[in-house]
């Protein structure tokens, strides 16, 4: 299977610490074992990193029908040689916290790796991670190996039984609660597993992986989001037009994203070269339509949804996570915008709505990076504002009704358009805090085996986004003693809603698809249970 190659991805700076500190002490010492090779292998010159992936690759026992413990204490030993292991041998650490080896690895595959992704307990999946500008990062050899098609030569696909008689026992664990299943061989889109995988269910953050999907496919991976000023030029009536960028930020250090500062810098320089050193100030929200406020109510988790905003409307210096926000976002971003034009020379009135005319001169513009890195930072982040903005992005596109019902309905449209399959899928919001949404196993898993298709690399942000077990993002603490390195995949988390969705590299080294929904009451024990099943299905050795 040929994959194109892959879009930069944010870097983040894995925790070495966590890591080795979540080793346990008989996986320090197969860890010990293992150190020597890798570090000569982490010494070699370029052509020799491909035998570092080879070096830390599991070599788990397998057999036809192993217990499941077995899977597991294969998982656990493999996955931290690779995790724990790769990260004390492998290095030094660049300026960007890049493994050295894992940079040149990539370099070698023509791939680069993810970023970090956290999560917020009570509702979705966040962290205080900033926006960094996007740029490669640290993956495992493994997942990239996967996501790259770089085995060339691997067994066949998993049986399907094998795989029901192993994963079944691990999905009945009452703390799942009701729950469906489904795996699908990346390679071939063949259906290995399936239980219930029709049944939709709530989806919680997992509808990230939708929307982000939709969005590439409405608008493509180098569509850029444009904020901009105009200014009337019979009445000096300066407006500040949203394009619904969420990542405009007014901070001093943009890192790559657009800039309310560098807006205000070209806007006043464009003014005093017409001589207008006074204007009224006004913004133009009307990209989006209907009621700005989700229908979960004011939430720190979510600013009201606005064409214009900055900072996502945080009230503090916060780069992700829940918050108080801003209760007009839009006028909070033309307040900030007058201060910055009064620092520069130019003075405003108290800015106020309005609607730029086509008659107004363009005076400047900044645009957010390329969708394909917003895409990233939505998903790796669990960020719920990028979530919403690209929903209505998708209306926009597909010339419905810029709010919530029409986003949703345009989410779904793109997917039909896209050949997946949409039954009984219902998309309430993008972001998936809407307990109304419904989507289904058998829908996320033909998500990710779309965007893996070679004849599909608009989509591929959708992988590229998931952050890796053991590594980054919600997964860096999770997977400490099972599939670290293996398992790249999008959480999702409600009261009583627990799933996960995304890829596994299998023993046999297939790129496989998985999605797991469940509504057990207990988060934790939920989680558990189906990192566990990852974890088995990440040492399975089943073809």
């Not at 700076?13 to 890591?19: G, L, M, Q, S, Y």
């Not at 001589?275 to 929200?285: A, E, F, I, N, P």
């Amino acid at each position: 299977m040929v994959v194109p190659e892959l879009r930069p991805w944010r870097a983040a700076k894995p925790h070495v610490t966590r890591v080795a500190g979540a080793v346990r002490p008989r996986l320090a010492r197969a860890v010990e074992a293992v150190r020597p090779r890798l570090a000569r292998a982490a010494t070699a010159a370029k052509p020799r990193v491909a035998r570092l992936a080879r070096a830390v690759s599991p070599q788990a026992a397998r057999t036809r029908k192993p217990k499941t413990w077995q899977y597991t204490a294969g998982a656990a030993t493999a996955g931290l040689a690779l995790a724990a292991g790769a990260v004390t041998t492998a290095g030094p650490w660049d300026s960007t916290g890049q493994r050295t080896a894992e940079r040149d690895w990539a370099a070698v595959q023509e791939r680069t790796g993810g970023a970090d992704h956290g999560r917020n307990a009570d509702t979705s999946d966040s962290t205080d991670t900033s926006a960094d500008t996007p740029r490669p990062a640290p993956s495992a050899a493994s997942v990239l190996t996967g996501l790259g098609g770089g085995i060339s030569t691997v067994k066949s696909a998993p049986n399907g039984k094998v795989l029901a008689g192993l994963l079944g026992p691990l999905l009945d664990a009452p703390e799942l609660g009701a729950r469906t299943a489904a795996i699908v061989d990346v390679a071939t889109g063949k259906r290995l597993y399936d239980d219930g995988a029709s049944e939709p269910l709530t989806p919680a953050s997992t509808t990230k992986i939708a929307t982000a999907a939709a969005a590439l496919a409405a608008l493509g991976p180098d569509h850029r989001l444009t904020t901009r000023t105009a200014l009337e030029t019979d009445t000096r009536e300066l407006v500040l037009v949203g394009g619904g960028d969420p990542t405009l930020t007014a901070r001093k250090e943009a890192d790559g994203w657009a800039s309310l500062r560098e807006l205000a810098d070209e806007t006043a320089a464009a003014l005093k070269k017409r001589d207008v050193r006074q204007v009224t100030l006004s913004y133009d929200k009307t990209l989006y339509a209907g009621p700005e406020l989700h229908p979960i109510g004011v939430n720190g988790n979510l600013a009201p949804v606005s064409a214009l905003m900055v900072d996502e409307a945080r009230t503090n210096d916060s780069t992700s996570g829940p918050v108080k926000r801003k209760e007009d976002p839009a006028k909070d971003a033309a307040t900030q915008f007058a201060a910055l034009l009064a620092d520069r020379g130019i003075k405003t009135t108290a800015p106020g709505p309005s609607k730029a005319t086509n008659r107004a001169d363009a005076l400047a513009e900044v645009t957010s990076p390329p969708l394909s890195s917003v895409v990233e930072r939505m998903l790796t982040n669990s960020d719920n504002d990028i979530a919403e903005h690209l929903a209505r992005q998708t209306a926009v596109a597909s010339g419905a009704r810029a709010d919530f019902d029409g986003a949703g309905e345009a989410i779904g449209a793109q997917l039909k358009r896209l050949g997946l399959p949409v039954e009984g899928a219902d998309f309430k919001d993008g972001s998936g805090l809407d307990r109304d949404d419904k989507l289904t196993a058998d829908l996320l898993t033909a998500l990710l085996a779309k965007a893996a298709d070679p004849a599909h690399p608009e989509l591929r942000p959708v992988l590229t986004g998931l952050p890796v077990a053991g590594f980054t993002g919600t997964l860096t603490s999770r997977y400490a003693d099972g599939a670290a390195g293996l398992v790249r995949a999008k959480t999702g988390t409600l009261n009583g809603v627990n799933s996960l969705a995304g890829t596994v590299v299998d023993q046999d080294g297939r790129l496989l698809a998985f999605a797991f929904l469940s509504t057990g009451a207990d988060t934790e024990a939920a989680r558990a249970a189906l990192d566990r099943t990852a974890t088995a299905l990440a040492s399975c050795g089943c073809g």
